[in-house]
């Protein structure tokens, strides 16, 4: 037989490097074949195409454009996993050197590189949750992780909002939480913010005071200003808030002065004038 002949006797070290890397080749192929996720359609375009449709920049709470907002209605709960592939995406580890590249040569008229693809892929996600509402429930853990990121936080936050009372219990247990950080805790005041009435806020009004004992300035500023628009927290709020008038942190004074000015309670802090 041929391959038990000396004239294929030379070839031997390299057979098993060979099968080994045809094998593990044909198993990272059929991985990926068995991972691809047909996208849902709508109208006849995928959701990729809505996607790229949306404004990546501008108000967290900015509504896409109609046709865009139908298409994201109608596929629905079809959305959840390709969403939540794109909230989970990263950059290759050859980013950083291509950005470096970008940044010391042009060539030509081609733009910059301002934005990583996994950045684009997450906000696009980011900014179709909200149009689902409570059917986006699914990603509440994969929104949470995204609290902490210094771009994505606010956004991430909003998203949760926009869930209803699906999305509080996540926001209340970050403020609770005792291991959040200070943005973390800061983004969830935020979400919180857009609960403005009583019925939808319910027991978060409680950690959303608690909130103005916070440790962190930024924490207490960003409490100050989401409480503004909330008059049935004023009552047990305008006491602590006239204290942070004369916070050591010239930010957090500033808005808790603001804050009772909306509130009616700027007498608080003029001096009866003398006559």
Not at 11 to 35: C, F, K, Q, T
Not at 147 to 166: F, P
Request: hydrophobic share 40%.
């Amino acid at each position: 037989m041929w391959f038990t002949s000396r004239r294929f006797a030379k070839w031997y070290p390299y057979l098993i490097p060979v099968l080994m890397v045809s094998g593990m080749s044909g198993w990272v192929g059929i991985r990926i074949a068995g991972s691809r996720q047909v996208e849902p359609h709508w109208q006849g375009k995928s959701l990729s195409y809505y996607l790229h449709d949306l404004k990546l920049h501008g108000p967290v709470n900015e509504t896409p454009r109609k046709n865009t907002a139908e298409a994201f209605i109608g596929m629905g709960e079809s959305m959840i996993p390709h969403l939540r592939k794109r909230l989970q995406s990263r950059d290759s580890a050859f980013l950083p050197l291509w950005m470096w590249i970008d940044e010391k040569i042009q060539i030509g008229d081609a733009p910059r590189l301002k934005s990583t693809p996994s950045w684009i892929q997450k906000k696009q996600a980011l900014r179709a949750i909200p149009t689902l509402g409570y059917e986006a429930r699914p990603l509440i853990s994969d929104l949470v992780s995204h609290l902490g990121d210094t771009e994505l936080a606010y956004e991430a936050a909003w998203c949760l909002a926009s869930m209803g009372h699906s999305g509080i219990d996540p926001l209340i247990g970050v403020l609770e939480d005792p291991g959040s950080g200070v943005l973390e805790r800061s983004a969830a005041v935020y979400g919180l913010g857009f609960l403005s009435s009583r019925r939808a806020i319910g027991n978060a009004s409680g950690v959303l005071l608690a909130a103005l004992w916070d440790d962190s300035d930024e924490v207490r500023k960003r409490t100050l200003v989401t409480i503004r628009t909330m008059d049935f927290i004023r009552e047990k709020a305008h006491g602590r808030v006239a204290d942070l008038t004369n916070d050591a942190n010239p930010a957090v004074s500033h808005e808790a002065t603001e804050t009772l000015r909306r509130w009616g309670g700027q007498d608080r802090l003029i001096a009866p004038r003398i006559n």
